[in-house]
C-alpha cells in the first residue's frame, strides 16, 4: 500500500488561497490520488481525485506534477467552514483506502 | 437519497462483552467497508466486503468480524472488547469496488468500552 506524507497542521485566515502537499513517493502505475475532508465527529466527505495533470471541480483543485510522487490540493478562497481535516491517499482497484493522519486546517477570522 | 445510516448512534458496553454495529449502505451500493477512529488518530482500515464477501481486512486481532448480508447491509462484531475498543466506527459504501471509487460514509456508531 502505497504511503502518504502530509503535513500535521496548516493554518490560514479567511479568503487566502490554502495548498495541503502530499507526498507519495511509492504511488504505483494503477494507483489515483483522492483527497477527502473530514469535520470533527463525522465520516470523511470525498472532495476530489486525480491521475495526473490537474483536476477542478466547484470545491477545490488538484495538481498533480508528471511523476506523480506528489499532488497539492488548493482550496481557493478558504473560509471558517473549511476548518477541517485533510486526508490525501492512493489506492487502486484492489487496495483498501488507508488513511493516514491527515492535515488539520485551522481557518482564522 | 438516502445516505448511509448506522446504528446505533452511541453504543456503551462493558470489558469482555460484545458489541454489533449495523450498517446500510447506500441504496445500489454493493461494497461496505468499516473504518475505526480513536480518538487523536486517523481512520484505521478494519474491513471491506463487497457482494456478500470479504475483500479485505485491516490489522485487528480476530475478534473483529464482521458479515454482508444479501440486501448489502454489514454488521460489525466486536468480541471480547477491551478499553481501547473505545473509538467512533464508521461505515461507508461504494457504487463498485475498489478503494479509489469514490466513498460515501454514515454518522458512525460511537462505542464506549467502561
Known amino acids: 500500500l502505497a504511503k502518504t506524507t502530509q503535513p500535521i497542521s496548516m493554518d490560514s485566515y479567511e479568503g487566502q488561497e490554502v495548498n495541503i502537499t502530499c507526498s507519495h513517493n511509492?504511488?504505483?502505475?494503477?494507483?489515483?490520488i483522492t483527497w477527502y475532508q473530514q469535520f470533527p465527529s463525522q465520516g470523511p466527505r470525498f472532495i476530489i481525485q486525480?491521475?495526473?495533470t490537474k483536476v477542478t471541480n466547484e470545491v477545490a483543485s488538484l495538481f498533480i506534477p508528471a511523476d506523480r510522487k506528489s499532488s497539492t490540493l488548493s482550496l481557493p478562497r478558504v473560509s471558517l467552514s473549511d476548518t477541517a481535516v485533510y486526508y490525501c491517499?492512493?489506492?487502486?482497484?484492489?487496495?483498501?483506502?488507508?488513511f493516514g493522519k491527515g492535515t488539520r486546517l485551522s481557518v482564522i477570522a | 437519497e438516502a445516505g448511509v445510516t448506522q446504528s446505533p448512534t452511541h453504543l456503551i458496553k462493558t470489558r469482555g462483552q460484545q458489541a454489533t454495529l449495523r450498517c446500510s449502505p447506500i441504496?445500489?451500493?454493493?461494497?461496505v467497508y468499516w473504518y475505526q477512529q480513536a480518538l487523536g488518530l486517523g481512520l484505521q482500515f478494519l474491513l471491506w466486503?463487497?457482494?456478500?464477501?470479504?475483500?479485505n481486512r485491516g490489522n485487528f486481532p480476530p475478534r473483529f468480524s464482521g458479515r454482508q448480508f444479501p440486501n448489502y447491509s454489514s454488521e460489525l462484531n466486536v468480541n471480547a472488547l477491551e478499553l481501547e475498543d473505545s473509538a467512533l466506527y464508521l461505515c461507508?459504501?461504494?457504487?463498485?469496488?475498489?478503494?479509489?471509487?469514490?466513498?460515501?460514509f454514515g454518522p458512525g456508531t460511537r462505542l464506549t468500552v467502561l
Open positions: 466486503y463487497d457482494e456478500g464477501e470479504e475483500r
Open positions: 511509492n504511488i504505483a502505475t494503477n494507483d489515483y
Open positions: 441504496s445500489g451500493h454493493t461494497s
Open positions: 491517499l492512493v489506492s487502486s482497484g484492489n487496495t483498501p483506502l488507508v
Open positions: 486525480g491521475y495526473k
Open positions: 461507508a459504501s461504494s457504487l463498485k469496488a475498489g478503494g479509489h471509487n469514490e466513498q460515501f
